[in-house]
């Protein structure tokens, strides 16, 4: 196809009829280009819109584990205080039956001493009362 002297001097109609710069099949991919373009764009902003959604739910997912994580901390704390306090009571609890024990073996000890001078005093007593 020969180039009209319009073309050859850069020159183009449309459809329309209107005088244009472009050649018209360049002006149709700058228009297919645009068109994709904002295509584009608007699908970029929805995967933003998603993104930045899920970006808000693992926030939240990640404070709720941090919580979790604080109050498992805490109870795993306050179990260790729990078994330590029940380790010194232990403790303390076999130290006083240590005593005790201590304290049954000086009575029985002293049990038997009172007990041989019962015996002795009872055989004094006898001799004494046999003798007159």
Known sequence: MAKTPLAEAGFYFDELNKLRV???DVSQKTLELKEECKEFVDKIGQFQEKVGGLIELVDELAKEAETE???AIGAR???K?????REAQQQQLQAL???KKMQLERYRIEH???CKVETEQNEF???FILQK
């Not at 205080?81 to 306090?85: D, H, I, N, P, T």
């Open 125 to 127: 007593i006898d001799q």
């Open 112 to 114: 038997e001493a009172l």
């Open 81 to 85: 205080s729990v078994a330590k306090q």
């Open 22 to 24: 472009l050649e018209p």
């Open 97 to 99: 039956i240590a005593e």
């Open 77 to 79: 704390n306050l179990l």
């Open 69 to 71: 994580k604080m109050k």
